[in-house]
């Protein structure tokens, strides 16, 4: 497949750009690549005005209505990604512009890392490493949980979510979910009501997209609710959880702890977080993996050669004005 035009990386989250150039210029596109880190929205619409794009493949930087209409040509946003919230999605499609992401390339790793997260809480594997280090040898202090009598409740049962169950239960778990959407059989399961399942789960997982409607789905009410003692896993995005109440508590023992890929205040993290025992904290790395990676950058960049070339994409997220589905 051969085409032309330009394509602007506004960011990625790896050392270089090669696997993204090499898909696209083998199909006879350009690239520019913007900064590593994410610039801010005013940096990204300044970078959009100067080389009027074709296309552009972001990862974490905002691709604003700014961004959006300032570029005549642009037929496509491709999100190096799942997750939406750093594109103005209705905008393009009111341009006419596409927007794609992949949204399957990393069900396995992000539900590897949430039930790292619980297994590292139920066995204190993460707090007695810290303590060994520290010179402390405790075992006696040890208060573990069997993990075949856990209850564990995933809020949003979709491709990753289906994952984390299907791994919980392998440990014997007593598996609870919760979606809006839920499907008509859930083999092994529990469908429940959000608040059901806050009130019966020794565990809640996140796998939720973050949207207006679910900013802060997790707040003081939510926690309050939650069984004493249980543990908050969020591997989906920081926005979800209200952190200052989180903080507070766990500071109560409301909640006795948390599993957190992802914070609203990411790359910074709260001291009262840190100084917690009972919370895990990783960089914003649930998805990644050497082989989830490659395939992601591939395949977003496929999506652009895919629209460019005047073909529909493989996994659209709008319905773009104009453009024949």
């Not at 069900?107 to 619980?118: F, N, Q």
């Not at 909640?255 to 790359?267: H, N, Q, R, T, W």
Request: glycine share 8%.
């Amino acid at each position: 497949m051969s085409t032309t035009g330009k394509v602007l990386l506004t960011d990625h989250a790896w050392p270089d750009d090669s696997v993204e150039r090499a898909v696209l210029e083998a199909a006879g596109l350009t690239l520019v690549t913007g900064p590593a880190d994410p610039a801010p929205a005013a940096a990204i619409e300044a970078l959009v005005r100067e080389h009027r794009p074709d296309a552009v493949l972001t990862c974490w930087a905002p691709v604003t209505a700014a961004a959006v209409t300032a570029c005549p040509d642009l037929r496509i946003v491709a999100r190096l990604g799942v997750g939406l919230d750093n594109i103005a999605v209705e905008t393009a499609a009111e341009q006419g512009v596409w927007v794609t992401n992949v949204p399957d390339y990393c069900v396995e790793e992000v539900s590897d890392h949430a039930v790292g997260m619980v297994l590292a809480w139920a066995r204190g594997l993460a707090a007695f490493d810290r303590d060994v280090r520290a010179g402390k040898w405790r075992p006696a202090a040890a208060k573990l949980r069997r993990m075949a009598t856990l209850t564990c409740g995933i809020v949003g049962y979709g491709r990753i979510g289906r994952a984390t169950a299907r791994k919980l239960a392998a440990f014997g778990c007593r598996v609870l979910a919760h979606d809006p959407y839920p499907p008509d059989r859930a083999p092994g399961v529990e469908l429940t009501t959000f608040e059901e399942l806050l009130g019966a789960s020794d565990v809640v997982v996140l796998h939720v997209p973050l949207t207006e409607n679910t900013r802060h789905l997790v707040g003081a009410k939510e926690l309050a609710l939650m069984k004493p003692g249980a543990l908050l896993v969020n591997v989906s995005r920081g926005g979800l959880v209200d952190t200052d109440a989180l903080i507070e508590a766990l500071a109560s023992g409301l909640v006795d702890g948390a599993g957190l890929d992802v914070l609203e205040s990411e790359p910074e993290v709260p001291s009262a977080l840190l100084e917690r025992p009972g919370v895990l904290v990783t960089p914003h790395i649930a998805f990644s993996s050497t082989a989830s990676v490659e395939e992601l950058r591939r395949r977003a960049a496929q999506e652009v050669v895919r629209v460019l070339a005047g073909e529909p994409p493989a996994y659209p997220c709008n319905k773009p004005r104009g453009v024949r589905p």
